[in-house]
């Protein structure tokens, strides 16, 4: 006899292994990034690579069916102060981010899915508010569900991950989910990393390994496990 599915990606399922996996654990999850300048040495899809990535892993772990990662951010690293990288970036209003967030909730309620997970890798502001708010507001909509939209550094220790720009945390990460994407030899040698000319917010990521983002996924991984353990047995 086959072991019952567990989880799955959603485009590669047929619709009995997709009711068979929402039986149970029906939880939907929904990655979301960016299509933006990550300096020369990371690819433009970080964002996204690393929530598609983290969304895997979580759904290997607890259950549940990934969605396609939805590629729509604002308020990209170009709109700060003294920052301009507006060439291999695509920037999306703030208005199309609340409606495509609400497409989503909206048609995901209709479905099985009780517990839906937007984990968005694009941290910039108020993108990451926007779309939390548009969960809190569907958590009072409907009593029967629960709407999740997080931040990978949202449930890691500020110790291990806090909110970056193709520093050593999101560097990190990319190295685990697509080493062969990232060059950090290209990075200089002879000088600081800044903002301003590399595109890097946050510590050096000249210092990134395969090794570390894994320890960052793995935590990520049991402490969102956790929440989502307690939301099966309220909501299932």
Same mark, same amino acid.
């Given at each position: 006899m086959l072991e019952k599915l567990?989880?799955?990606k959603l485009e590669s399922l047929r619709p009995k292994h997709i009711d068979e996996i929402c039986s149970s654990k029906p939880i939907a999850y929904l990655p979301w990034g960016a299509l933006e300048y990550h300096g020369s040495h990371n690819p433009v899809g970080l964002d996204g690579i690393k929530a598609y990535g983290l969304c895997t892993d979580l759904a290997k772990k607890t259950g549940g069916i990934v969605l396609p990662t939805v590629y729509q951010a604002a308020n990209l690293i170009s709109?700060?102060?003294g920052v301009d990288f507006p060439k291999h970036s695509l920037e999306f209003s703030e208005k199309l981010i609340r409606l495509t967030c609400e497409e989503y909730f909206t048609q995901l309620a209709k479905q099985d899915y009780k517990i839906i997970v937007l984990l968005t890798g694009h941290a910039g502001e108020p993108h990451i508010h926007i779309l939390k708010? =548009? #969960?809190?507001?569907f958590n009072k909509k409907y009593y029967d569900k629960y709407f999740?939209?997080?931040a990978e550094f949202d449930i890691v220790p500020d110790e291990l991950l =806090? #909110?970056?720009?193709?520093?050593?945390?999101?560097?990190?990460?990319?190295l685990l989910y697509d080493e062969e994407s990232v060059d950090l030899y290209i990075l200089p040698k002879d000088r600081d990393i800044t903002l301003e000319v590399d595109a890097v917010y946050g510590d050096?990521?000249?210092g990134a390994t395969k090794e570390f983002g894994r320890k960052i996924a793995?935590?990520?991984v049991t402490n969102a496990d956790k929440k989502l353990q307690e939301l099966l047995k309220k909501y299932k």
């Open positions: 567990k989880w799955g709109s700060y102060g708010e =548009v #969960a809190e507001e999740w939209s997080v =806090v #909110a970056n720009h193709s520093a050593i945390g999101e560097t990190s990460l990319q050096d990521p000249r793995s935590t990520f």
